[in-house]
């Protein structure tokens, strides 16, 4: 079994970019759990918001069987948007961070066009999101690939890599 998630910041590309690479390898596609819980919350979202997003979403992770199994996100989303939203790291996060194995990340670059939509905050710090990500995979020593330029170049790198592993 493969996994592989796409991570980055809002607006980078990672849930049309997913969504087609688990069509084309005919993997099992998991979405993202927080558009689901915020778009159902009638209130301003908070700290523990994100943990109860973050324990649905590692559920997602670890019941799944198929061969490919592809993250629109992830846990390093959810611990990079606590800290950066919240200006504090929770434990809780960081363990299901640390639980989760991924075999390969997809970093979206912003390079593509701001997308608006009711549930993004941050159309103007994209490119500091990215660094923030950037450091925190290296930090990790995670296996990574930065993925930008246009939609099938996005497509035709993460091919390329998949086949290389």
């Not at 689901?36 to 973050?54: F, G, H, P, S, V």
């Amino acid at each position: 079994m493969l996994k592989i998630a796409f991570t980055g910041p809002e607006s980078s590309g990672k849930t049309t970019l997913s969504k087609r690479i688990a069509e084309i390898l005919n993997g099992e596609w998991h979405e993202e759990y927080a558009r689901e819980y915020l778009t159902n919350l009638n209130r301003a979202y908070k700290q523990k918001d994100l943990i109860e997003i973050a324990i649905k979403q590692n559920e997602k992770r670890v019941n799944c069987n198929s061969r490919f199994q592809i993250y629109d996100t992830e846990m390093l989303v959810i611990k990079i948007w606590n800290d950066f939203k919240f200006k504090k790291e929770n434990q809780q996060i960081n363990d299901l961070l640390d639980q989760q194995k991924i075999d390969h990340y997809f970093l979206c670059k912003p390079d593509i066009p701001y997308e608006d939509d009711p549930l993004r905050e941050n159309p103007d710090n994209r490119d500091e999101l990215f660094e923030i990500y950037l450091n925190a995979l290296n930090q990790k020593e995670l296996p990574f690939t930065i993925i930008q330029g246009t939609p099938m170049q996005r497509i035709e790198k993460v091919l390329e890599i998949l086949k290389a592993d």
